[in-house]
């Protein structure tokens, strides 16, 4: 996975936020993680890349942000599948911004999403995945970027 | 007697064919190093089969191809390009040309596909 | 191609039985219709020759009547006229039928028309009128002067004419009623014969009617039989196959009959009647699947030769995914055109081949092939170090990395307070970077030189750059990524060496050479702090990439041994030094002959005990610290204005070195020119409690002092005096 790749997931994250909100979200400094380390929040989308590289590419948020990006679209009713909702639909546009740019190298699955832990194992195993801090407002949400050859 | 014409802009693949054509009763009447040149010779010789470059200065293989079947529909013409060009040779196909060789070719490579593109019937 | 042959002749005869057969049930019943015409038309004809013999009788008797009468009259003097009319009438019409009826002829029908009756050659209609005509002759001759005479002859005959009437009338009518019943005979005679043919003909017809049915009913049959084996063989070599078989109309959609292998080949069922394009798609990616649109589009042109665009065709070796990418296979399509008996139309037949075992096998003999080469690189660039030295370096190397992404994670799980945080970041892991690249250069590790290098150039763009966004450090992240991983790569390399080291040597310190220059890591045996010409390389490699001549001297290092992270870090220290006299210091030999110097510069390396621990001094006789040079350097950096800097006076500006980010070379090398050094030299210092400082005359020399506080637990160590 070069630049370019996590590029892309990266701006299609943020450019989610900022066309439905006009706020725009600021990616953090990007750190590496281990497989045996646990990075995730309230609400995970998935979406599964096959291909040159397999493994998975998550966005995972706290409640708390979920929650407000429901208020800002109007959205009185918080509960856990309005959330979950909304991180499908972020997963959603990782994966078509992704199947566009990256469409003649990977293959990528259609999303799914996860409420609190997942059972499954989200980081790949032989080498170390990406994390990409996003900050909205005053959440602090993650970007997973979890593949290997 | 079948008579070939060798289109392309590149001194060296025309000098290569023209040396390794071998197949019997078929002989080369003209070699041309872009489209307008494959036109004039096309209307001088009307010949039967044409090896056809696709990247070419002063039109260039697609309008040639148009060109050459304009002038006589059932010219058998083989298109003589680099796989990077697959999209314009599959264009030229459809417009027409009836194969396609990849470069760089053997000699057999070609003579076969030459003896293919005269047997071949289009019904 | 055999049997379709032989299907093709058992059709024509199929049809020549056909044709037969419907020819011989039309001559049949057209000769039926024919014979039917023909006798019914005799029996028209005889019809009226019944009649006219049944009014024969009746003239016979009328012929009598009317005689009578005429006599009756001519003997009372009645009217005469009347009768005689009614007697030549009679006569007539009578003689004429009996003529008709002996010789064939005209004569005059019931309705007074003519009608033709053909000669009665019926045996026993013949002696009927023979004998009438007996009878007859003599009875017309004495009839004639009674029809044709003057009243007196009339007269005279007709006694005698009535005489011969009363005597025979009764023979005419007993003949003409024999004559009667022979032609009635005769009719139902041939009225017996059509009906016969007609039975006869209906009975052919019927009978060649069921041959015709019962051919067709075996012929239908043996063709079901011949299309259900063809049919079986077809099914068995679908269900046996190992290729995925299928072909495809026009239209691209799949037909009904296709390869049991094509269901395990795509992990689903029930092709018949799908999209191919639409089936490939759920499997390849997106541009491939275009290209195969495109492809598959000239293929259905006929005037293409689809041998001749094999070489074009996307699907040759293709990798699908199936079940949302948990599963890949390699695939290889092959296109073939089946054409239709008339050659007009025809299908694609489609052959996959499922070839992800050979590809695979491919691909391993290709990686371990490219593995095996990048190993034998890695190797050669490790080789020249002592495994222990390099197991340290590879401790130190992974501390770094991870300090560095632990600064990272610091930063990155913080939310953004302040603007220039990223700006902290980059300046916060530069040096551990720095000093990593540093260490690789001493023990000339080459491949993390230069990654610590890109990774170094990296920083300073970012730094340069106005406006840091936290995306911009992905490259940055993607860059640490790649280093752990040579980190670990080497590491298992080291270990397979040492591994391989033990297994050809299992006493490697029983030679004293070993117990001199490989210690163990964990040993308690101080090692050297650096062997002499450890340094006299490095000096050496930096002068030959500036195209410099140098030679290093060094002394009182020899026992100078230290342990542990204190070591690691004087260590550093010196390397930044050494590097620093050697680029920043040390002219090119032309300007240094110019000088009036040596050509090649020297760089003194001096370790002494002191008063209260030790000092180390580096010094070099090149040009010196230039207060003017590095005041254009503070000035490009942007920090301080120009008049800010003209107030300073040389000291203030020498103090200069020891700023981050500032750098007098030209150009950015892997040895120097990132403006910093002397700033970690400083801090590195300090972490020890020790004190740097420095001396310079411009043009001649510059030296660097260390000194250490004899309290680092390494007392025990002493300096030897040089």
Not at chain 1, 120 to 146: C, D, E, G, N, T
Not at chain 2, 11 to 17: A, L, P, S, T
Not at chain 3, 175 to 186: D, G, I, P, R, W
Request: charged fraction near 25%; aromatic fraction near 6%.
């Amino acid at each position: 996975m070069n630049e370019q790749h996590l590029k892309i997931f990266v701006d299609s994250a943020t450019h989610y936020f900022k066309h439905l909100s006009n706020e725009p979200a600021a990616v953090q400094v990007p750190y590496l993680i281990d497989h045996d380390e646990s990075l995730i929040y309230d609400y995970t989308g998935v979406i599964g890349i096959a291909g040159l590289y397999k493994g998975n590419v998550y966005f995972s948020a706290p409640e708390g942000m979920m929650r407000y990006l429901l208020t800002t679209q109007g959205e009185n009713k918080h509960t856990p599948e309005h959330c979950l909702d909304v991180v499908g639909e972020i997963a959603n546009t990782l994966a078509g911004n992704a199947r566009r740019e990256l469409g003649s190298e990977f293959l990528i699955s259609v999303p799914f999403k996860i409420a609190g832990k997942p059972d499954m194992m989200l980081l790949a195993k032989k080498s170390r995945s990406y994390a990409i801090p996003i900050q909205w407002r005053f959440y602090m949400a993650v970007l997973v970027v979890s593949v290997e050859e | 007697m079948i008579k070939l014409l060798i289109v392309d802009d590149s001194n060296i693949i025309r000098r290569k064919i023209e040396r390794s054509v071998s197949v019997a009763g078929l002989t080369i009447v003209g070699t041309a190093a872009n489209g307008v040149e494959a036109v004039k010779m096309f209307k001088q010789h009307t010949p039967d089969l044409v090896t056809m470059d696709l990247t070419m200065p002063e039109m260039d293989g697609l309008e040639a191809v148009t060109a050459l079947l304009a002038l006589k529909s059932d010219t058998r013409i083989l298109v003589v390009s680099a796989l990077a060009d697959k999209t314009t040779a599959i264009e030229a196909i459809r417009r027409g040309a009836r194969g396609f060789l990849c470069k760089p070719f053997t000699d057999k490579e070609l003579n076969d596909a030459l003896v293919e593109l005269l047997e071949f019937d289009v019904r | 191609m055999k049997t379709s042959t032989a299907h093709a002749r058992s059709g024509l005869s199929k049809y020549r039985t056909i044709v037969v057969s419907i020819a011989l049930f039309i001559v049949f019943d057209l000769g039926v219709l024919v014979m039917n015409f023909y006798i019914s038309s005799q029996i028209t004809k005889d019809a009226i020759g019944v009649n006219l013999a049944g009014r024969q009788r009746m003239l016979s008797q009328r012929t009598a009547k009317t005689l009578l009468q005429l006599q009756n009259a001519t003997q009372n003097s009645g009217d005469v006229e009347k009768p005689l009319e009614e007697l030549r009438k009679t006569f007539n019409l009578f003689d004429g039928t009996l003529r008709s009826f002996n010789e064939g002829g005209q004569a005059v029908g019931g309705d007074g028309k003519p009608v033709i009756l053909e000669r009665v050659d019926d045996p026993a209609g013949r002696a009927a009128i023979e004998k009438a005509f007996a009878v007859w002759t003599p009875y017309r001759e004495k009839l004639q002067p009674v029809l044709t005479g003057d009243v007196p002859a009339r007269v005279a005959a007709l006694p005698d004419v009535v005489s011969y009437a009363l005597a025979n009338n009764v023979q005419i009518l007993d003949q003409m009623n024999f004559l009667t019943t022979a032609l009635e005979h005769m009719a139902s005679a041939k009225a017996d014969r059509l009906r016969l043919i007609q039975v006869g003909g209906i009975t052919l017809a019927l009978m060649n009617f069921f041959v015709i049915l019962f051919h067709f009913i075996r012929q239908l049959r043996e063709s079901d039989a011949m299309a259900e084996a063809a049919r079986r063989e077809t099914q068995d070599i679908l269900e046996s196959v190992s290729e995925g078989l299928m072909l495809l109309d026009r239209d691209l959609k799949i037909g009904d009959q296709y390869s049991r292998s094509l269901e395990t080949i795509f992990n689903r069922q029930n092709f018949g009647g799908c999209s191919f394009p639409e089936m490939l798609r759920e499997v390849v990616p997106e541009k491939i699947y275009k290209e195969a649109s495109d492809y598959l589009d000239i293929l259905f042109k006929e005037h293409v030769n689809i041998k001749l665009v094999a070489s074009l065709n996307p699907l040759g070796k293709v990798h699908a995914y199936f079940d949302y990418g948990q599963q890949s296979k390699y695939l290889a399509f092959q296109f073939s055109r089946v054409h239709n008996k008339d050659r007009k139309l025809f299908h694609l037949l489609v052959t996959v081949k499922d070839i992800t075992a050979q590809v695979m096998l491919e691909n391993e003999l290709e990686q371990s092939q490219k593995q095996a080469e990048e190993k034998v690189n890695m190797m050669l660039g490790i080789l020249h170090v002592e495994p222990p030295v390099l197991r340290e370096f590879l401790d130190r190397a992974d501390r770094s990395l991870r300090e560095v992404n632990d600064t990272l994670k610091r930063y990155g799980s913080k939310r953004r307070a302040r603007d220039d945080q990223y700006g902290q970041v980059l300046q916060d892991i530069f040096p551990i970077v720095h000093t990593l690249k540093g260490e690789a250069a001493l023990l000339e590790l080459a491949l993390f030189v230069d990654k610590a290098h890109a990774f170094e150039d990296t920083i300073s763009e970012l730094r340069g750059r106005a406006n840091v966004s936290g995306d911009d450090l992905l490259s940055l992240t993607v860059k640490l990524d790649k280093l752990m991983s040579d980190v670990q790569a080497v590491r298992e390399m080291v270990e397979r060496i040492t591994s391989l080291k033990e297994t050809f040597d299992p006493a490697p310190a029983t030679t004293e050479a070993a117990s001199v220059k490989l210690p163990k890591v964990a040993s308690v045996a101080p090692a050297p702090l650096l062997a002499s010409d450890e340094f006299q390389r490095l000096a050496q490699k930096l002068a030959d990439d500036q195209g410099k001549q140098v030679s290093l001297a060094a002394h009182g290092f020899e026992t100078l041994a230290l342990v542990g992270e204190a070591a690691a870090t004087l260590r550093d220290a010196l390397v930044q030094l050494v590097r620093n006299a050697v680029v920043h210091g040390i002219e090119v030999p032309q300007e240094r002959t110019r000088a009036g110097k040596a050509a090649a510069g020297t760089v003194r390396l001096h370790a002494k005990a002191a008063a209260d621990g030790y000092e180390i001094i580096c010094h070099d006789d090149g040009r010196g610290l230039d207060a003017e040079r590095l005041r254009a350097a503070a000035l490009k950096s942007g920090r301080w204005s120009a008049e800010e800097l003209s107030g300073w006076d040389e000291h203030r500006l020498r103090g200069l070195v020891f700023e981050s980010g500032l750098s007098t070379a030209e150009a950015v090398t892997t040895a120097a020119g990132r403006g910093v050094g002397m700033d970690v030299v400083k801090r590195k210092v300090e972490a020890l409690g020790g004190h740097l400082a420095f001396a310079t005359q411009p043009g001649h020399y510059c030296a660097w002092r260390i000194t250490l506080p004899g309290v680092l637990g390494l007392d025990q160590l002493g300096f030897k005096a040089a």
